[in-house]
Each structure stands twice: as structure tokens, then as C-alpha cells.
């Protein structure tokens, strides 16, 4: 079965600082991994996706991931943070054939100035 | 393009009452749904997934039931709400062949049991 873990309940950083948040999923398969955001009271967007390929990957806003199989890890990163990026991120998995995804408990990012 | 609506917004309802959460999609056809909560500190529970008209499957045993009567209408219901049953309801979609474009989500429902 797979799952995810997201260590950090919550992120505090200051404002042009670079961020990591962590990703740990267990699988005995080959998967699909996705970050996603929330912003407060709203649904979840996906800010990006791994399927196959290249082990690094970005989004539109300057976040990028890295694949790492060995260590299965997908953590999220940014060089440099807004204070718009605060939000809750979560990370998700999917054992490919499966039809659902598997999210970690969320990582709440907040950037102070 | 695809769209997916969740209504409403907001809603308080007093323990042992009925409820009723509604779900549609819209620029797709077939496409796979799903129901999740999301409390505080407790990331998403998957309550209830369809892979087609009357096809329900259900992760989580409660006192929620789920509907699918239509296509792409997907209906979250309960007979008598539980304080427990209070949090954030979000639905979603995703294309039927696989996990490759992961979910859609609407903008969820915020339901407090009083």
C-alpha cells in the first residue's frame, strides 16, 4: 500500500529566503508524485507533477522537485520565497494503476517579512 | 476546458440534521470522482470514490453515503450529522485513463456541525 510523509506540520521563513519542504512516500511499485497547494479556504491546485522522465521538475512560480528513487523522496523547493507562497502544501502518490491519490498530512509554508 | 463545481460554500447545520454536498463537472466525460475531508492537522481523508454511474466505493466507514446519478454529478449525503462530521469537503475529478494528470478540486464546502 502506498502513503506519505510529510514531516513538517509547519515551515516558518523569512521573505527572499530559499525553502525546503519534505517528502517521503513508500511504495513497492512504480509511481506518480504531485505537490500540491491550498490556499486558505480554497480547493487544492497542482503546482507539479512527476510521471516519468527527467528527476527534476518546476512549476510555473519558480518551485521545482526532484525524483529521487533511492531515496523516495520528492521534496519541494524554492531558491527564493514571497510572502503570496504562504500557504499549505501537500504532497500525493499514486501507484500507476491505481485510481486514487494518496496525500500527506500538508505542510504549512509561512513567510514572514 | 473542464470546470468543476461544489456548492455551497458554507454551512451550518445542527447536529442530527440531514445534508446533502453536490459536485458537478463540466467539459469531460467519464470522468473518475471523488469525495475527500480535510480536518484540521489531518491532511485528506479519500471518503468515497466512483469510477462510474452507480459505482461507489468507500474508503472510510461512517454515517456519509455518496451518490452518483449522473455522469458527472456526485452527491455527498448523510441522514443524521455528527459533531465529527465537521471540516472541509472537497471534491474532485481526474481523467478515467490513470494518475498521470492527478486531480481537479473545487473550492470546497466548510461545514459546521452545531
Known amino acids: 500500500a502506498q502513503s506519505v510523509t510529510q514531516l513538517d506540520s509547519q515551515v516558518p521563513v523569512f521573505e527572499e529566503a530559499p525553502v525546503e519542504l519534505r517528502c517521503n512516500y513508500s511504495?513497492?511499485?512504480?509511481?506518480?508524485l504531485f505537490w500540491y497547494v491550498q490556499y486558505p479556504n480554497q480547493g487544492l491546485q497542482l503546482l507539479l507533477k512527476?510521471?516519468?522522465?527527467?528527476?527534476l521538475v518546476e512549476s510555473i512560480n519558480g518551485f521545482e522537485a526532484e525524483f529521487n528513487k533511492s531515496q523516495t523522496s520528492f521534496h519541494l523547493r524554492k531558491p527564493s520565497v514571497h510572502i503570496s507562497d504562504t500557504a499549505e502544501y501537500f504532497c500525493?502518490?499514486?501507484?500507476?494503476?491505481?485510481?486514487?491519490?494518496?496525500f500527506g498530512k500538508g505542510t504549512m509554508l509561512l513567510v514572514s517579512p | 476546458s473542464q470546470t468543476i463545481h461544489q456548492w455551497p460554500a458554507t454551512l451550518v447545520q445542527p447536529v442530527g440534521s440531514p445534508l446533502s454536498l453536490e459536485c458537478t463537472v463540466e467539459?469531460?466525460?467519464?470522468?473518475?470522482l471523488y469525495w475527500y475531508r480535510q480536518a484540521a492537522g489531518r491532511g485528506l481523508q479519500l471518503l468515497f470514490y466512483?469510477?462510474?454511474?452507480?459505482?461507489i466505493s468507500s474508503e472510510v466507514p461512517q454515517n456519509l453515503s455518496a451518490s452518483r446519478p449522473q455522469d458527472r454529478q456526485f452527491i455527498l449525503s448523510s441522514k443524521k450529522l455528527l459533531l465529527s462530521d465537521s471540516g472541509f469537503y472537497l471534491c474532485?475529478?481526474?481523467?478515467?485513463?490513470?494518475?498521470?494528470?492527478?486531480?481537479?478540486f473545487g473550492s470546497g464546502t466548510r461545514l459546521t456541525v452545531v
Open positions: 474532485a475529478w481526474s481523467v478515467r485513463q490513470g494518475m498521470g494528470y492527478g486531480y481537479t
Open positions: 511504495s513497492s511499485v512504480s509511481v506518480y
Open positions: 512527476y510521471l516519468s522522465g527527467s528527476t
Open positions: 500525493a502518490v499514486s501507484e500507476i494503476g491505481y485510481s486514487t491519490l494518496t
Open positions: 467539459g469531460t466525460s467519464n470522468p473518475n
Open positions: 466512483s469510477v462510474g454511474i452507480g459505482q
